[in-house]
Nanobody, 126 residues
Framework: QVQLVESGGGLVQAGGSLRLSCAAS????????GAWFRQAPGKEREFVAR????????YYADAMKGRVTISKDSAKNAVYLQRSSLKPEDTAIYYC???????????????????WGQGTQVTVSS
């Protein structure tokens, strides 16, 4: 079993930056790596970024490239999401997720993930 705990959300002005953290316990991200999703009010949960664990390959949602960076700290068993140039439309709950096993299933689809954190709220004011 894996427990994921996100932190780092908050209220930020448009154009500002935030660094979100996701700490794993119980198991590590070894099998699959970590991913970030977000869900805005009234919208479906959407993929933001993913990082593989051994090599550290990164993948980003096209709409957010250039404004988001995912990284990891293997020693701390943690995944991070750096958000910059934030816009009011970036307001959402941001979730950390991972899978039990390495899989070729589509990584942008939320239902393909087994473990989720409770989420951290990011609110961007105009």
């Amino acid at each position: 079993q894996v427990q994921l705990v996100e932190s780092g959300g908050g209220l930020v002005q448009a154009g500002g930056s935030l660094r979100l953290s996701c700490a794993a316990s119980g198991r590590t991200f070894n099998n699959y790596g970590g991913a970030w999703f977000r869900q805005a009010p009234g919208k479906e949960r959407e993929f933001v970024a993913r990082i593989t664990w051994s090599v550290g390959n990164t993948y980003y949602a096209d709409a957010m490239k250039g404004r988001v960076t995912i990284s990891k700290d293997s020693a701390k068993n943690a995944v991070y999401l750096q958000r910059s140039s934030l816009k009011p439309e970036d307001t959402a709950i941001y979730y950390c997720a991972t899978r039990k096993y390495s899989s070729s299933a589509n990584y942008v689809t939320p239902r393909n993930y087994d473990y989720w954190g409770q989420g951290t709220q990011v609110t961007v004011s105009s």
